[in-house]
């Protein structure tokens, strides 16, 4: 079984960066389709970004050129950077990722950004 860990959330100003990082208990080589998530209270989660084990990336509109995301195949870690952030950007964030044709989630890290 695998376990995704996220961590690196926490409060910060508009047009600050942080920096989640999502830690899984096995390689990376072994998790397809790696993303980002996000959900605010009474929405639905919606997803922010994916990386394939390629390296080719995609994002929501309203992140690009501000949000990279990027494997850390070393430390076996999903990294999402975030930049220029803005209040609409508060949610909890979750890293989610396919092993052995299963969905597997984090518990999510709290982003705040204050106006």
């Known amino acids: 079984q695998v376990q995704l860990v996220e961590s690196g959330g926490g409060l910060v100003q508009a047009g600050g960066s942080l920096r989640l990082s999502c830690q899984a208990s096995?390689?990376?080589?072994?998790?397809?389709?790696m993303g980002w998530y996000r959900q605010t209270p009474g929405k639905q989660r919606e997803w922010v970004a994916t990386?394939?084990?390629?390296?080719?990336?995609n994002y929501i509109d309203s992140v690009k050129g501000r949000f990279t995301i990027y494997r850390d195949n070393d430390k076996d870690s999903l990294i999402l950077q975030m930049n220029s952030l803005e209040p609409e950007d508060t949610a909890v964030y979750y890293c989610?990722?396919?092993?052995?044709?299963?969905?597997?989630w984090g518990q999510g890290t709290q982003v705040t950004v204050s106006s």
């Open positions: 989610k990722g396919t092993f052995r044709s299963r969905d597997v």
């Open positions: 096995v390689s990376l080589a072994a998790i397809r389709g």
């Open positions: 990386v394939v084990s390629g390296g080719a990336t």
